[in-house]
Structures are given as structure tokens and as C-alpha cells.
């Protein structure tokens, strides 16, 4: 870090910068879970983009749509403003209780969103949170693979693995796929040296 008293900057150490939907909303007074407005959190990320140069990506939990079409449309209005990738989920809050989608069914969505896009000749980096380590779901490391392979398979550009925290766990799931996964930092998670060994990129603690 720079020092203050002698007027020199801090250097430059990120290269991109991802919103918080959970950060964003509680900025709003809501709680996470899509309880702001697309036109709210689209506000908020043009006053993001105007204020620096780096590449922007966007929380944008579960897409703020029921169809393929509406969500593809937001990330259309997102691109649009500048945003260069998008962070969705694959799992949904109903009635307050957070949920996993079906696979293939969340796979099918995506795999529209995605030519939705193309046809739209948007390009922007598609990056799935997998909610399974989340969710404590029974089999975490081998329900989270066979999504991964669908995902893949489906256009998505990379995953998100919010409390997955064992190396075995880690490596498994880096082995398993050619998409970068994201690791949140949790409590007993592997360094950063050795997640870096292990393939795995460093998320921050927000969902």
C-alpha cells in the first residue's frame, strides 16, 4: 500500500471487479434475494461502470426473470451498459427457503440464455454459482461435478463454489472440468498459496 504522508498511490492490484448482490441490496435497505428491482440494481451498476476502467461483472442472483428470454433480456440491458460478464445461481428462494433447480432443468435454461445472447451478438462471461456446498445437499462433491459437466456443456464460462473449503474437495471438482472455479473464503479453507496450486480462484466472502 502506498503511504498516506508522502502522497504516493497505492498500486493497482485487481484486474476486474464483481458487485455483491447481498451488498447492493442491504445499501437499499432489502435483504438479498432479488427484493431490490432490475431497474434499482441496473442504476446502481451504471453508477459502478462510470467510475472506473476496469472490466465489470454482475450479481445477478437468479436472473431477475422467469423465462430464458426476460433473463437473457437483462443481461442484454447489462451489456448494454457496459458489463462484461454476469454471476447466476442455481438455486432459487421460495416462500424464504433457498433451493436447489432441478439440473437439467436450470442446464436447459442456461443453454437459452446462451443463444439468446448469441443471437443478440452479446458476448459476456456467463459464471454459475453452484449452490450445492451451500446447501449442505447430500453428496456435495459428486452432485456438484455432474452440474458442473451440464453447466459446461450448457455455455457457461466458469463456476462459482461458495463453502466448499477441503483441498481433496477442491481438486476433485478443478480435475473434473476446464472451467475456472471459484472458491469463497470461508473458514478452514486451503491458503492461498495452496488453493493456487490446487487450480482454484479466490472469490471474496459476499454472496
Excluded: W
Excluded at 53 to 61: F, N, R
Excluded at 186 to 200: D, H, I
Amino acid at each position: 500500500m502506498g503511504c498516506c504522508k508522502c502522497g504516493n498511490r497505492p498500486k493497482q492490484r485487481f484486474s476486474a471487479i464483481g458487485t455483491s448482490s447481498a451488498a447492493i441490496a442491504r445499501n437499499l435497505g432489502k435483504e438479498d434475494g432479488e427484493n431490490i428491482s432490475f431497474e434499482s440494481l441496473s442504476s446502481i451498476v451504471d453508477i459502478i461502470r462510470k467510475s472506473t476502467t476496469l472490466p465489470l461483472t454482475v450479481d445477478i442472483e437468479t436472473g431477475y426473470g422467469h423465462t430464458p428470454e426476460a433473463i437473457a433480456g437483462n443481461i442484454i440491458k447489462l451489456a448494454n451498459l457496459g458489463v462484461v460478464g454476469i454471476n447466476i445461481e442455481d438455486s432459487i428462494v421460495v416462500k424464504g427457503e433457498r433451493q436447489l433447480c432441478d439440473q437439467v432443468i436450470f442446464a436447459n435454461k442456461l443453454e437459452e440464455i446462451r443463444k439468446q445472447l448469441s443471437d443478440a451478438n452479446i458476448e459476456v462471461f456467463i459464471n454459475v454459482r453452484g449452490d450445492t456446498y451451500l446447501l449442505n445437499v447430500t453428496h456435495p462433491l459428486e452432485e456438484s461435478i455432474n452440474r458442473i459437466s451440464k453447466y459446461q456443456q450448457s455455455g457457461a464460462d466458469g463456476i462459482f463454489l461458495p463453502c466448499i473449503n477441503t483441498s481433496s474437495d477442491i481438486q476433485s471438482v478443478v480435475a473434473s472440468t476446464t472451467l475456472p472455479i471459484n472458491v469463497m473464503c470461508v473458514p478452514n479453507l486451503p491458503t492461498f498459496s495452496e488453493l493456487k496450486n490446487l487450480g482454484a480462484v479466490i472469490s471474496d466472502t459476499h454472496l
